[in-house]
């Protein structure tokens, strides 16, 4: 069974950093793209960053210059750092992969069951 395990949320005061972790795991053939996302209570699920198998990256513009979206393909992690963090930024996070089973199959969405960030005033 294929899974995304994520890690790392909490409470941070504001300014603080926090450091999430995605790991894939399971009967992987290959991982395309790598993502955060989160959800506000009240909004909808948003992107945060992506970073693809060749480390393009890719960023909401709420968090340019404060997070930093990184991947360990050895390991099928996926990392977000989050510095300078603002009680906007309150939310709970999920992972997000593209990834295959199999030689001939195709690339499928998988998402991580969430990890809370609360950041306080």
């Known amino acids: 069974q294929v899974q995304l395990v994520e890690s790392g949320g909490g409470l941070v005061q504001a300014g603080g950093s926090l450091r999430l972790s995605c790991a894939a795991s399971?009967?992987?053939?290959?991982?395309?793209?790598m993502g955060w996302y989160r959800q506000a209570p009240g909004k909808q699920r948003e992107l945060v960053a992506l970073?693809?198998?060749?480390?393009?990256?890719n960023y909401a513009d709420s968090v340019k210059g404060r997070f930093t979206i990184s991947r360990d393909t050895a390991k099928n992690t996926v990392y977000l750092q989050m510095n300078s963090l603002k009680p906007e930024d309150t939310a709970v996070y999920y992972c997000?992969?593209?990834?295959?089973?199999?030689?001939?199959?195709?690339?499928?969405?998988?998402w991580g069951q969430g990890t809370q960030v609360t950041v306080s005033s």
């Open positions: 399971g009967r992987i053939f290959s991982i395309n793209v």
């Open positions: 970073i693809t198998r060749g480390s393009t990256t």
């Open positions: 997000n992969a593209d990834m295959r089973l199999g030689y001939s199959g195709s690339y499928d969405t998988y």
